[in-house]
Nanobody
Framework: QVQLVESGGGLVQPGGSLRLSCSTS????????AKWYRQAPGKERLLVAT???????NYLESVKGRFTISRDNSKMTVDLQMNNLEPEDTGVYFC????????????WGQGTQVTVSS
């Protein structure tokens, strides 16, 4: 049973930083493409950052220069470093990753809450 579990969320003041981590468990050996999404209350899930199998990254315009997505296949994790946080960054952050466990499949984590407020 493959699972993705996000951690690192919390309450932070504007201008602060958080590092989200998406850890994996189960019989998998590689993370390929991976994404982080954000869902604010009453809004649709929004794609925030992606990393391709080759390491290319893309970001939502409003987080460029502040967020960094990374992947570590030695630890089987996908991280999202978030700096200079703004109240608009508030929401539940979800990890979505394509992993190899005998075949390629996409999985979702359960989400971690990030609240940016003074």
């Amino acid at each position: 049973q493959v699972q993705l579990v996000e951690s690192g969320g919390g309450l932070v003041q504007p201008g602060g930083s958080l590092r989200l981590s998406c850890s994996t468990s189960g019989r998998i050996s590689f993370i390929n493409n991976a994404k982080w999404y954000r869902q604010a209350p009453g809004k649709e899930r929004l794609l925030v950052a992606t990393i391709s199998g080759g390491g290319a990254t893309n970001y939502l315009e409003s987080v460029k220069g502040r967020f960094t997505i990374s992947r570590d296949n030695s630890k089987m994790t996908v991280d999202l470093q978030m700096n200079n946080l703004e109240p608009e960054d508030t929401g539940v952050y979800f990890c979505n990753a394509e992993v190899w466990g005998g075949d390629w499949k996409w999985y979702w984590g359960q989400g971690t809450q990030v609240t940016v407020s003074s």
